[in-house]
């Protein structure tokens, strides 16, 4: 397989900054409607720090979607509501990537106990000094499409550029602590004409190896390895 590599670094962001937070309200809240569920889900992405929880766990939906969702708190302070099929990644000594969640005010029928559809919006890089959204600085970052995973501090995703026929696939990794970017084309593109939002499979990490459907990437080198038959 034919491949291009890149490898840069970007914008170096604040990690693990130590200043006192200022007041931050609620950005969302659960439905009315939301039935509460215990707080015990288990999600592969969530490192919470020392400080940090998550509560009032409810679920979440629309026609196209549906999960759990939780209020991410600090010393019991709301920071936002957040999916937990994504969950909430630990990047630094006190700094957290998140999907939020939100919850539309229109509700879907006038029925006496109205009813709300609620939706994840862009992935957030938070610190209690710094809010941004990871497509304001990670190249071709889809939030829809890009099938994110945190490990090791470092996100993967795939990388989603546009094309005359279709969008451009890319593998790519970015650590947050040292802002390095390594950057594959999988010379594969795809027209992602669908709403599934896991339609690209999430990557798969095992040891050495990082697996973009079937793919197989050298975490060291970033090259392709092999690639395994569907």
């Not at 309200?25 to 998550?54: E, K, N």
């Not at 992935?123 to 990871?134: D, G, Q, S, Y």
Request: charged share 25%; hydrophobic share 40%.
């Amino acid at each position: 397989m034919r491949a291009r590599l890149i490898r840069a670094p970007i914008l170096l962001l604040l990690i693990g900054c130590s200043d006192p937070e200022p007041q931050l309200p609620p950005s969302s809240a659960p439905a009315s409607t939301a039935q509460r569920i215990a707080d015990t889900v288990s999600h592969p992405q969530s490192t919470l720090l020392s400080g940090y929880a998550l509560t009032d766990t409810t679920e979440w939906g629309n026609p196209l979607e549906e999960g759990k969702r939780a209020i991410l708190r600090r010393n019991g302070a709301a920071i936002d509501t957040v999916d937990l099929e994504f969950g909430v990644a630990a990047v630094g000594r006190d700094s957290l990537v998140f999907l939020p969640v939100r919850t539309a005010t229109v509700p879907l029928s006038t029925d006496p106990v109205p009813s709300y559809e609620s939706y994840p919006t862009e992935h957030v890089f938070w610190t209690p000094m710094l809010r941004r959204e990871l497509r304001d600085f990670l190249p071709f970052f889809n939030a829809n499409s890009s099938s994110p995973r945190i490990a090791r501090e470092a996100i993967h995703y795939w990388g989603i550029a546009p094309s005359k026929s279709a969008k451009r696939l890319y593998a790519i990794r970015y650590d947050f602590r040292t802002a390095r970017l390594d950057s594959l084309f999988l010379n594969r593109e795809d027209a992602l004409a669908t709403d599934y939002r896991y339609h690209l499979g999430v990557p798969q990490i095992e040891g050495d190896k990082v697996s973009f459907d079937g793919v197989i990437l050298d975490s060291a080198t970033w090259r392709v390895i092999r690639q395994d038959l569907p």
